[in-house]
């Protein structure tokens, strides 16, 4: 099978969109096809599959593929295919892992990269939204040409974004009622960090308060590391808004719980308290440069009939697991929530030693296979921890009460006190 | 598996109304704590303090170590009772195989026996009766040590047996202890207590050891302030957590996290190879790497009979061959996590030629990284350790500069006549202990810990000039 027809069939999935589950046989097809396209196209990965002693022809069951540890994107060229056909190499932000040379992901196709992500980002984000001012905690695809997310929303941008202009906050051109979706809704969005000097401050402010003046909904995006900045400007000078009901956050990287980032509870607290979105219109985003789809938390699934968003958010189209997740709301903000991904990805969870499937529940390392990355290498085992639930796995952070085992040093420390921590 | 009680306090404390709480891990290991609140840590304080007003400051320091070498004894004694329940909670609950846990007890308790203190003693102080009383000093004059009224101290929870000694430091510079132990080295403290009020009742009273989850919190800060010196083992995040909470007053022992590195030499790469790939895998399996002491990258002289990567191999044999003997523990899935990644990474970079990586697949989690012009970088433990080619052992000496700040151990082999400016250069990097390889794992009881003598860091001064 050669890259153009299974690109081909790929996209031909894709537009199906990201509602309707993939029978487990016509995934299970797909994925031996891609992975044999991958073993025979790309000599770094069919090197690591024969080390792990798996016979490409001989596998039967896709989750018998060795899946490659996402930090070899740092060793090599992953292309499966021909170096000069790649379309565009994303990297890592280059903090994990140490001094090491940054994760290099080389993507042939951009088009599958779009294809994969604007359906699942409409389905778990802007759900019965054709478009919405989106602002973006992040810097532009062009500031950052080689980070992913930036593409990502850039992509997001063109196909959702609302154009236009609202002109200068507290104008008295009157508010377009229609809201979100409505076709008059003026543009108000944009990315605004800088690459080096971080969070412009006055403009993101001035669109805030655009969408606050003209009560246009809006979707906010950004990194936790970003939205933990925010907030501490927020906080510093005591300036919160309460944006149009409607508006909505992605949030990306605050399910890591890392030792120095803030509590993922206590981020959205405060992103309710600076931004007055509350916690259920708030979605966590779990994607890394090594793949070209995305996970979401399905908290903004559209409600039923009315093409409305349900005042709490909820949806009920019938995710078996959508129902857990609500009911933990009384818990805390996040209790409760899991991440799924779309019908071509699907994701085991494995032993961190053996590398078999753990029982469901219990936590292991996430591993994923993505169609979507039909130029590279598909099947990916995170760093990332996890927990299989109905619907899909929840991400485990540092659990409570484990401390970090060994008095010898930790690399965060490390690298903190070479000056190149977090 | 049953919960273990992770409290000892003296017996004369009674709290009125203890609550306990129970804390589950992933790994079905499981421990019952006492909810003592700030205001149950300031009263637990305020006796200990009580203690060691009406008894230990004026029992004799033989009388201390009397009754530790009694304990230490019973613990290395097959026969007797405390052994036995040591060793039944040991390997289970610090997350280590049974035959580890033996190990480290066999070690750790060989040194709190009465010959070994001893040897720290005379050490420490020329004349070790300082801690009893005046004694003629320099000059004429007289001098007396003392450790203060009352220690706290914060233990890390990695190595068992770390805390004990801590523990034990402070009672022989007759300071009251409270002892918070790490989630992993509960078990060792909890006998040991248990074996002193056996041994020596009236010296027990001074010593409570309490368990409460993480290192922060309103009772971690209630005993810090409450404290005469805290001893605090942890990582930068945990030091910085009890500084910002100490009193000015009150003196901080911090015993942050260390790396330790071996050097081989040409000469250990002749016939001992195989040998010293036997000890440096003893040195990375002992504690399955949590150690200070334990080792992260091993430098290796080029140019030996045996070649840096065949080296690396038999390290690699070695290793497997230890799982027989001493095999791992579960492995933590942080640390599963991160070994994975190092795995496939290598894996590929020997698949494009760069180094070479020997593992235990599926069945351990040992991994041998051999890497020309590889960094320094801590490993992700369990048993994981680079090896790095050097074209003489002064590079590798260039190479340390990068560690400064957490050089500890370094196990040396085949140095020969070079073993002097070594370690003259290792001094200068701030490494405070330079040993063979095969004893890496256990510095003595009177190695100057992070470059303090143990006791002499405890203790104030009171000198007496002639002529009053």
Redesign the interface.
């Known amino acids: 099978v050669t890259f153009l027809e299974l690109r081909k069939e790929l996209l031909a999935l894709f537009s199906l969109g990201v509602e309707d589950p993939l029978p487990d046989s016509d995934f299970n097809r797909l994925a031996l096809e891609v992975f044999r396209f991958q073993c025979l196209e790309n000599p770094?990965y069919r090197?690591?599959v024969a080390?792990r002693g798996a016979d490409p022809d001989a596998l039967s069951r896709w989750q018998d593929i060795p899946f490659?540890?996402?930090?070899?994107f740092?060793?090599?060229p992953l292309v499966s295919g021909s170096p000069l056909e790649v379309e565009r190499v994303f990297r890592t932000s280059g903090t994990t892992?140490?001094?090491?040379a940054r994760g290099e992901h080389y993507v042939r196709d951009l088009a599958l990269y779009r294809a994969s992500l604007l359906p699942n980002f409409q389905a778990h984000l802007l759900p019965g939204v054709e478009s919405v001012p989106i602002l973006c905690l992040l810097p532009s695809p062009e500031d950052a040409p080689d980070s992913s997310l930036s593409f990502m929303l850039g992509e997001v941008m063109d196909a959702f974004g609302a154009v236009g202009t609202w002109g200068p906050p507290g104008n008295a051109t009157p508010a377009p009622e229609e809201g979100v979706g409505g076709s008059s809704v003026q543009e108000g969005g944009g990315f605004y960090v800088h690459p080096t000097t971080g969070i412009e401050v006055q403009g993101f402010k001035e669109a805030l308060q655009r969408a606050v003046a003209h009560q246009v909904p809006v979707l906010l995006a950004g990194t936790a590391f970003a939205f933990v900045q925010w907030l501490e400007l927020a906080r510093n000078g005591a300036w919160w808004v309460r944006l149009p009901e409607g508006s909505r956050i992605m949030e990306t990287g605050g399910y890591k719980g890392r030792?120095?980032a803030l509590a993922r509870e206590d981020l959205y607290r405060g992103l309710t308290e600076a931004f007055g979105v509350p916690a259920y219109r708030i979605v966590s985003e779990y994607g890394m440069t090594e793949l070209l789809s995305q996970f979401y938390e399905p908290v903004l699934t559209l409600d039923g009939q009315t093409g409305d968003l349900g005042e709490d958010g909820v949806g009920g189209h019938g995710d078996p697991g959508w129902d857990q997740g609500r009911r933990h709301h009384g818990a805390g903000p996040v209790a409760g929530r899991f991440h799924r991904g779309p019908p071509w990805v699907r994701s085991r969870i494995v032993?961190?030693?053996?590398?078999?499937e753990v029982p469901d529940g219990?936590?292991?390392?996430l591993a994923h296979m993505d169609l979507a990355n039909l130029g590279s290498v598909s099947g990916v085992?995170t760093?990332?921890?996890g927990r299989r639930v109905p619907g899909g796995f929840q991400l485990v952070g540092?659990?409570?009460?484990?401390?970090?085992?060994?008095?010898?040093?930790?690399?965060?420390?490390?690298l903190?006190?070479?000056g190149e921590g977090p | 598996m049953s919960h273990l009680r992770a409290w000892h306090l003296p017996r004369g404390f009674v709290l009125a109304d203890l609550e306990l709480a129970t804390?589950h891990?992933?790994s079905q290991r499981s421990l019952k704590h006492p909810m003592l609140g700030d205001e149950g840590i300031r009263e637990l304080m305020t006796a200990l303090r009580r203690a060691r007003e009406e008894s230990l400051v004026g029992l004799p320091v033989a009388r201390v170590l009397g009754a530790v070498d009694r304990v230490a004894r019973r613990l290395l004694d097959s026969g007797d009772s405390l052994r036995r329940t040591a060793l039944t909670d040991l390997g289970p609950h610090a997350?280590l195989s049974n035959a580890m846990a033996e190990a480290i007890l066999d070690r750790m308790a060989h040194d709190w026996t009465g010959e070994r203190l001893k040897g720290l003693l005379e050490s420490e102080f020329p004349d070790p009766l300082v801690l009893d009383g005046f004694r003629p000093g320099p000059g004429g004059g007289m001098l007396r040590a003392l450790g203060p009224p009352l220690t706290f101290h914060l233990g890390?929870?990695?190595?068992p047996g770390?805390s004990v000694t801590s523990l034990v430091r402070a009672l022989l510079v007759k300071s009251s202890v409270l002892l918070k132990p790490?989630?992993?080295d509960v078990v060792l403290p909890m006998v040991f207590a248990r074996g002193l009020e056996e041994e020596d009742p009236v010296l027990s009273e001074s010593v409570a050891v309490v368990y409460w989850?993480?290192?922060g919190g309103a009772q971690s800060e209630a005993a810090i302030r409450g404290a005469d010196l805290v001893v605090a083992?942890?990582?930068?995040?945990t030091i910085r957590w009890v500084l910002e909470r100490l009193p000015p007053a009150t003196p901080l022992r911090a015993?942050r996290?260390?790396?330790?590195v071996g050097l081989l030499g040409r000469a250990a790469l002749g016939k001992e190879a195989r040998a010293s790939a036997a000890a440096a895998s003893r040195a990375v399996a002992m504690f399955d790497?949590?150690?200070?002491v334990?080792p992260?990258v091993l430098f290796v002289e080029e140019g030996g009979e045996t070649g840096p990567r065949e080296w690396a191999a038999l390290l690699a044999g070695a290793l497997k061959d230890l799982e027989a003997s001493l095999p791992a523990g579960p492995?933590?899935?942080?640390?599963?996590?991160?070994?994975?990644?190092?795995?496939?990474?290598a894996?590929?970079?020997e698949?494009?030629g760069r180094g070479a990586v020997y593992h235990g697949g599926?069945e351990?989690?040992w991994t041998v990284d051999f890497r020309p012009q590889g960094?320094l970088?801590?490993?992700c433990?369990a048993r994981t350790v680079r090896v790095i080619p050097v074209g003489d052992v002064a590079d590798a000496l260039a190479a340390l500069q990068?560690w400064k700040?957490?050089l500890q151990s370094v196990g040396v082999a085949g140095l020969e006549d070079r073993h002097e400016e070594v370690a003259e250069s290792l001094a200068l990097l701030g490494a405070s202990r330079i040993t063979p390889l095969e004893t890496m794992p256990w510095p003595p009881p009177w190695w100057h810990h992070d470059g303090e003598g143990p006791l002499r860091a405890l203790v104030r001064w009171t000198d007496v000039e002639p002529g009053i």
């Open positions: 770094g090197g690591f080390r490659l540890p996402a930090r070899a740092k060793s090599a892992g140490g001094r090491e030792v120095r032993d961190p030693l053996t590398l078999g219990t936590p292991g390392l085992l760093e990332d921890l540092r659990s409570q009460g484990a401390e970090p085992r060994g008095c010898s040093l930790a690399m965060e420390d490390f903190h006190a070479l | 804390l891990d992933s997350g890390a929870g990695t190595v770390v790490g989630r992993d989850p993480g290192a083992y942890g990582g930068d995040e015993y996290h260390r790396m330790g790497q949590r150690g200070c334990s992260h492995l933590p899935p942080e640390q599963g996590a991160a070994l994975q990644q190092l795995r496939g990474w894996e590929l970079e698949g494009a599926p351990a989690a960094r970088e801590p490993s433990l990068g700040p957490y």
